[in-house]
């Protein structure tokens, strides 16, 4: 059973930092592509950035430079690093295994908020 655990969500003022983990079960989690997306208030999630087992990672447009996706294979963990936050970068942030599917769906966690004040 795949279970995904985000954390280190909050409030933070724009301009400010946080980082989020993922804590990751029931998958060869070091073969597998880990991604972060986000949903805004009233938007569709949106994905946000991209590892592979090997560490290579992608970003969309609107955070790279300012985020930073990383992974511990030994710990089934994956993180997100956000800097420079702005107010838009405000949503309920996920991770999830790219590669697989439930029900046609990839699978959720119950997701970390991140509010960023202006």
């Known amino acids: 059973q795949v279970q995904l655990v985000e954390s280190g969500g909050g409030l933070v003022q724009a301009g400010g930092s946080l980082r989020l983990s993922c804590e990751v079960s029931g998958i060869i989690f070091s073969i597998n592509v880990m991604g972060w997306y986000r949903q805004a208030p009233g938007k569709q999630r949106e994905s946000v950035a991209e590892i592979t087992g090997r560490g290579r990672t992608t970003y969309a447009d609107a955070v790279r430079g300012r985020f930073t996706i990383s992974r511990d294979n030994a710990k089934n963990t994956v993180y997100l690093q956000l800097d420079s936050l702005k107010p838009e970068d405000t949503g309920v942030y996920y991770c999830?295994?790219?590669?697989?599917?439930?029900?046609?769906?990839?699978?959720w966690g119950q997701g970390t908020q991140v509010t960023v004040s202006s």
């Open positions: 999830t295994p790219i590669g697989l599917r439930i029900n046609g769906d990839h699978y």
